[in-house]
């Protein structure tokens, strides 16, 4: 190269890096596009809940707080984990790294646990198709809970790829966009709580 094409070189202008990940922002976008999903559910729950007398409707008892608050626990002891994995995997810790994203997977699976038998407690008296409130009430839920399941297959694959060392120390990629989709699901499960379970109470 020579002397002037150096000079131009430097000339121009530094090339641009994103703050992320491609694969990190598609995984934000998957999150919006989910967030939006639940979003429409929520505000159809709260439609019928408004243009009812009472909701839930007579004869129907408010929502169990028990398995709920014991679900929720769970959810945020599995993030908590999950975020203080990730910072030891960042100091080089990666055997702790993987146990503690193992502890993860035992909470959001006793997440899913508590829910089956929430769903059992319920099918006795509220099947799905009893009314709009038992429908919006298990398409909601249900659907949080296949997030969960899936949250949990790839924290999964996850933990499979690290323990096999094909997940490249400074690049950890897919980490954070598990990680990132697991936080997500805790979060809208908050919102699931305070609209099904709580509100219903105010």
Sequence with gaps: MTAAELRSEHLLPPVWKPSQEVGWWAMVLVCASEAALFAYFIAAYFYLGVSNLSWPPA???????????????????SSIVLVVAEKLREHGRRAAYRLLTGATVLLGAGFLTFQTLEYREKLRTMSPMSNAYASTFYTITGFHGAHVAFGLLLLLYTLLRDSLGRIEPERPIVIKVSSLYWHFVDVVWLVILTSLYLSPRF
């Excluded at 408010?62 to 002891?77: D, F, G, N, R």
Aim: avoid cysteine; hydrophobic fraction near 55%.
């Design 59 to 77: 004869g129907f008892e408010l929502p169990k707080l028990e398995k709920p608050l014991i679900m929720t626990a769970l959810l945020i002891s």
